[in-house]
């Protein structure tokens, strides 16, 4: 079955850094485009960027354009989003997801929180 | 930027029918893609282009699409359905997914 689990999230202060992963688990990794998304505690739900099967494209949403670098290793299965000049509004569950079609997500991972705080 | 307009709330009683809207100018000509999202839970596709259901959701759950409006249905309310429930959009223009607010559905 399709598993995907993150880690890496914590407590950190603004304008440092951190680096979230997700393991993914029960299909051919690289054959699929994987995102990441957020929602900050009691928002809703706010898509942060994706990349396709073979990492040569990525779009990222305009919130962390800048900021945020998607990243995988097909080798390990694994995805990354390297976060840079955190904010407290980047506070979040992090989620990293399985991209369908190029236009939506079908199997999420449990999330990973992410504090920024002083 | 583009829009998607949910009801903050619905409620029904159970065995009655839930209908949540999901409005954006000319949303018909988009996929629209639905995440029911429990209590201290990651959300979980209930429905992807329009009205297509993933395996192991029930057909009480089903979906339409047209003009400004997509519409998630949930037929025979049960306890268990009481969740957030979100709408999606892939925009080709702009390369990124855009969510409705969600909707948070209570049973009666």
């Known amino acids: 079955q399709v598993q995907l689990v993150e880690s890496g999230g914590g407590v950190v202060q603004p304008g440092r850094s951190l680096r979230l992963s997700c393991a993914a688990s029960?299909?051919?990794?690289?054959?699929?485009?994987m995102h990441w998304l957020r929602q900050a505690p009691g928002k809703g739900l706010e898509w942060v960027a994706v990349?396709?099967?073979?990492?040569?494209?990525?779009h990222y949403g305009d919130s962390v354009k800048g900021r945020f670098t998607i990243s995988r290793d097909n080798s390990k299965n694994t995805l990354s989003l390297q976060m840079t000049s955190l904010r407290a509004d980047d506070t979040a569950v992090y989620y990293c997801?399985?991209?369908?079609?190029?236009?939506?997500?079908?199997?999420w991972g449990q999330g990973t929180l992410v504090t920024v705080s002083s | 930027s583009y829009i998607l307009t949910q009801p903050p709330s619905v409620s029904v009683a159970p065995g009655q029918t839930a209908r949540i809207t999901c409005g954006g100018s000319?949303?018909?000509?988009?996929?629209v893609h639905w995440y029911q999202q429990k209590a201290g839970q990651a959300p979980v596709q209930v429905i992807f282009?329009?009205?297509d259901r993933p395996s192991g959701i029930p057909e009480r759950l089903s979906g339409s699409n047209s003009g400004n409006t997509a519409t998630l249905t949930i037929s025979r309310v049960e306890a268990g359905d009481e969740a957030d429930y979100y709408c999606?959009?892939?925009?080709?223009?702009?390369?990124?997914?855009?969510f409705g607010g969600g909707t948070k559905l209570t049973v009666l």
């Open positions: 282009h329009d009205s």
């Open positions: 029960g299909f051919t990794f690289s054959h699929y485009g």
């Open positions: 999606q959009v892939w925009l080709t223009t702009s390369d990124r997914m855009v």
């Open positions: 990349i396709t099967y073979d990492g040569r494209t990525k």
């Open positions: 000319n949303i018909g000509g988009f996929a």
């Open positions: 997801a399985r991209d369908v079609a190029a236009v939506t997500a079908d199997y």
